[in-house]
């Protein structure tokens, strides 16, 4: 690592690599500093062992695995929060569902008017779109498990409709320059995916930063940023070295994008280190009306545990983590909007799932399966549901032994949660299942609320009263007005200032590159919007 760059960005994810990706282009010297490791393709874990080896529980005074473990899972005293840790971020484990949240989402007064106003939210979502390449699996309806879905929406009266998901099937060059061959719909997304089709930060923004120029650099931790004359400095330590010394690197312009847990995280030990911050650091958490849950005991076998690649086990073709998604909006209210996804578990999980039901005192089925195995016995007939919502985003991100912690108090009491267990046992009846909302109860994750789409902590506002960061992503400088710290920005789902009811990977991914338009236009660095919408028409007829 050089002593200083043009610009250094804090974290691989969404933000993180859309931010390396553009300004890379643009000619700036990039450093990209990421607290996990890289996963080569075929390197992510496929069995239990392996599984268990990437996890890290982390809350209060427990410490628990490799601090640069795939799984980082934030136990808190009122919600639960999983985010992941490498490079590529949280783009490796999760479902890859990218949606553009309904439009009363973005009329909400919780945003700048800029955000709304200035048409650059669209192009921002262009670019994602170009980039992530969201795609629904043609043959959806055939597979068992959308089968299972479809028969479930029963209960609503909707049918279901196939998931837009970033996953490439069918053998490919991406926009990035690298070659992805089709997914074997093997199942196994949310364990990280060995096949390579998959379009995460590490398949698409973060090759193209390092064909630029960007270096980039695995397993360190950022601790805080401090300003200086022309600048700032990021201090950081290597990840797993705990009595390593402390090093640091200069930039003119550091971008914040290490997660909401982890942006949040930085700017709070920066505050109290005396950088000037708003008072709104931390407020406005949002779980995204999470919930993940699952029925058992119904007629239709649902084939919803993972394969893996290679298979290890020969079956009915399991389909991407996400296929089809059962869509019920409100056109009333749109808080009461919800969207009800069936889900596959990793095939790393399958020895302990017939465990997990034994727990929750479901003796039968769970003994019937540790004969039979999870793909043919009382388990291949099990729901996974993963739900988006909305909830009010009052939770707050504070300091709790140095670390990140959300603190929410009777979070359990949101009026989601009852509205999400109403539909979802709704749904499970109408397959004569059962639903169960925690088979965790008797494990150290209880039956708290959970949520695997943290939002908030470095919310959006129109001056430092109402937000952290402007519509601009730039971090205000005091607890009032509209100054900013000049070159410090945050770009990730920190900066989302509410729920926004849908996978917020695609809407991360585009505020991110709407800022990074702005940061373009302020330091004139050389492309607009019209060049950049040229260039992307080029690239779009070039690849058809």
């Not at 049918?159 to 074997?184: I, K, L």
């Not at 700032?232 to 003119?252: G, I, L, N, Y």
């Not at 929750?360 to 089925?365: K, M, P, V, W």
Request: glycine share 12%; net charge neutral.
């Amino acid at each position: 690592m050089k002593p200083a760059y043009d610009v250094v960005v804090v974290g691989s994810g969404y933000g993180g690599g859309v931010s390396a990706s553009r300004l890379s282009r643009a000619g700036q010297r990039v450093c990209v500093i990421e607290r996990g490791r890289e996963f080569p393709t075929g390197a992510f874990p496929s069995r239990l062992p392996e599984l268990r080896r990437e996890l890290q529980l982390n809350g209060g005074k427990i410490r628990s695995g490799s601090r640069a473990g795939l799984f980082d899972f934030r136990l808190g005293s009122d919600i639960h929060v999983l985010v992941g840790c490498g490079l590529g971020g949280g783009s490796l484990i999760n479902a890859g569902v990218g949606l553009r949240p309904d439009a009363r989402v973005f009329a909400d007064r919780s945003w700048p008017e800029a955000v709304r106003n200035d048409g650059l939210l669209d192009l921002g979502f262009e670019r994602a779109r170009a980039m992530l390449r969201p795609s629904r699996y043609g043959k959806a309806p055939e597979l068992t498990k959308y089968r299972a879905l479809e028969a479930a929406s029963a209960a609503f009266g909707e049918p279901p409709v196939a998931a837009p998901v970033v996953v490439s099937f069918e053998d490919t060059v991406n926009p990035a320059g690298v070659a992805q061959p089709a997914c074997t719909l093997c199942g196994d997304c949310c364990s990280g995916c060995n096949v390579g089709a998959k379009n995460t930060v590490a398949m698409t923004y973060l090759p193209d930063a390092h064909a630029h120029g960007a270096e980039i650099f695995t397993e360190l931790t950022v601790s805080r940023v401090e300003k200086r004359d022309g600048g700032w400095r990021v201090h950081f330590t290597p990840s797993e070295e705990k009595d390593a010394a402390p090093a640091f690197v200069d930039a003119r312009t550091v971008v914040l994008a290490a997660g909401t847990l982890g942006s949040t995280e930085i700017l709070l030990r920066s505050r109290e280190q005396d950088l000037d911050l708003s008072d709104r650091l931390g407020e406005g958490f949002s779980a995204n009306g999470d919930i993940i849950a699952f029925a058992l005991g119904g007629r239709e076998r649902v084939n919803g545990v993972g394969v893996g690649e290679p298979p290890k086990y020969v079956g009915d073709t399991i389909g991407a983590c996400v296929a089809g998604q059962i869509e019920l909006p409100d056109r009333e209210r749109l808080d009461y909007s919800m969207i009800i996804q069936e889900g596959v578990l990793p095939s790393a999980l399958a020895p302990l799932l017939p465990v997990f039901f034994i727990s929750g005192g479901r003796l039968l089925g769970a003994a019937q399966s540790l004969i039979k195995g999870v793909y043919q016995g009382p388990l291949s007939h099990l729901h996974t549901f993963f739900v988006v919502s909305h909830d009010d985003a009052k939770g707050r991100i504070m300091l709790d032994n140095g670390g990140a912690q959300v603190h929410w108090p009777n979070v359990a009491d949101q009026p989601v949660y009852a509205r999400v267990d109403a539909a979802l046992t709704k749904a499970a009846e109408a397959v004569g299942a059962r639903y169960i909302k925690s088979p965790l109860a008797a494990t150290s994750m209880g039956v708290k609320p959970a949520t695997a789409h943290p939002l908030g902590g470095c919310g959006m506002g129109e001056d430092a009263a109402q937000g952290v960061v402007n519509h601009k992503c730039q971090v205000f400088a005091g607890t009032s007005g509209e100054a900013v710290h000049a070159g410090l920005y945050v770009c990730d789902g920190a900066v989302i200032p509410r729920s926004i009811g849908v996978n917020p990977l695609l809407t991360i991914t585009a505020l991110a590159e709407r800022a990074m338009v702005h940061l373009a236009r302020d330091h004139n660095l050389g492309f607009d919007v019209n060049s950049i919408r040229q260039a992307e028409k080029a690239k779009s007829e070039l690849m058809t």
